[in-house]
Nanobody, 125 residues
């Protein structure tokens, strides 16, 4: 089970920190990714972290602004979001998988089979 928290309202240029709490599994066999979906748009992979070695990958639009991290002891994955823009407004989802992952599949929703309920992030300009 995955449970997100930390969403809310922020001003453009501000920061928010999202947290994903996992239960029922340990991280080491999983890839954990934050996705987001804005109204009328497809779900987009934002940032991925390997539960095994902490390797990370980001979509281009958030590089240098967002940081994904994990806490193995607490079984949490966080997304620190800085320099927020109005286009970051979306429902953010945490997802995990230990299934087959092709090259460059880390940010693609179809390869994930465990999803949280989502948390809304609204950035006002």
């Amino acid at each position: 089970q995955l449970v997100e928290s930390g969403g809310g309202l922020a001003q453009a240029g501000g920061s928010l920190r999202l947290s994903c709490a996992a239960s029922g599994f340990t991280f080491e066999d999983y890839a954990i990714t934050w996705f987001r979906q804005a109204p009328g748009k497809e779900r987009e992979g934002v940032a991925c972290i390997s539960g095994l070695d902490g390797w990370t990958k980001y979509t281009n639009s958030v590089k240098g602004r967002f940081t994904i991290s994990k806490n193995d002891a607490k079984l949490t994955v966080s997304l620190q979001m800085n320099s927020l823009k109005s286009e970051d407004t979306a429902v953010y989802y945490c997802a995990a998988t230990k299934g087959f992952m092709p090259v460059d599949g880390e940010l693609r929703a179809e390869f994930y089979d465990n999803w949280g309920q989502g948390t809304l992030v609204t950035v006002s300009s």
